[in-house]
């Protein structure tokens, strides 16, 4: 049985057109506003077909979150 383990440390994003370099930079903005600035912001929901990136965008962001903006990105309430 073999599996796939994504590696947090070497995902990138690739801007394939600008519409994705504008969603990768509002998904940064959003990101620094909430979890270094405080401030308050619309949830971020990702929906969509599967395999069309919406896990992988979750690992950019917290990548983004954790090695560049040194700041936990996700938390967890139950």
């Known amino acids: ?3 796939y383990i994504p590696l947090i440390k070497t995902t990138r994003w690739i801007d ?3 519409d994705h370099k ?10 620094l506003k909430a979890s270094v600035n405080k401030e308050q912001i619309q949830p971020i929901m ?3 077909a599967f395999g069309i990136g919406k896990t ?5 962001i917290f990548h983004y979150g954790w090695c ?6 996700f938390s967890y309430f139950a």
């Open 1 to 3: 049985m073999s599996a």
């Open 56 to 60: 992988n965008s979750l690992y950019y």
């Open 68 to 73: 560049k903006l040194k700041t936990p990105t």
């Open 22 to 31: 504008n969603l990768r930079k509002e998904l940064e903005q959003d990101t």
């Open 46 to 48: 990702l929906q969509g």
């Open 16 to 18: 394939l057109s600008p």
